[in-house]
């Protein structure tokens, strides 16, 4: 059994032929996002994996920003995945919980803008042995308002996935 120092998830056991599931919590723009590192058995994760994955980290503020694009696109379009999901938790709210959760007191003042400025990264998940999948992002409007999240996966190049999917 070999370690190796993490920037993200600090001293990590490389230990083979067994599956490993390592959490953390990272600041991303002041606030805090859960980092979830997936290792499986047959992965064959090493020291030079470890460090793909705290460079790849690195760039995470770009991806997001990415996905976020995207997202705010897919708002303008009907039957899209983002859209659904707005529609569906932003209807019928009562003035409260609009101003609790996007800031407004009116569902006419809840434009897509908005939306997106209440819609947080909460999570992602970090699979290294899935090189399509490798980061798996999700965002939600809090979990104190709903577990559903709007889930957008990136390859191991950092290239994001064209679809964004709901999901609890």
């Known amino acids: 059994m070999s370690k190796v120092a993490s920037t993200h998830f ?7 032929g067994r599956d490993h ?3 953390t919590v990272h600041q991303l723009s002041g606030k805090p996002v859960e980092l979830d590192l997936s290792i499986k058995a047959h992965d064959h994760f090493d020291e030079a994996g470890m460090h793909k ?4 980290l690195r760039f995470l503020p770009e991806l997001v920003d990415e996905v976020r694009e995207m997202i705010a ?14 529609d569906f938790h932003c209807c019928e709210l ?8 996007f800031g407004v007191e009116d569902t006419k003042d809840l434009t897509n803008k908005v939306f997106l400025n209440a819609l947080k990264l909460g999570h ?43 999901t609890s």
């Open 10 to 16: 600090g001293e990590v056991e490389l230990n083979h």
């Open 21 to 23: 599931n390592l959490a």
């Open 53 to 56: 994955v705290d460079y790849r």
């Open 73 to 86: 696109t897919e708002l303008e379009e009907e039957g899209t995945a983002p859209r659904q999901y707005r």
């Open 94 to 101: 009562a003035p409260a919980k609009l101003q609790e959760i």
């Open 124 to 166: 992602v998940g970090i699979f290294p042995g899935d090189p399509e999948r490798y980061f798996v992002l999700d965002f939600t409007l809090g979990s104190h308002f709903t577990d559903e999240v709007l889930v957008a996966s990136a390859d191991q190049d950092g290239v994001v996935d064209d679809e964004i999917e709901w």
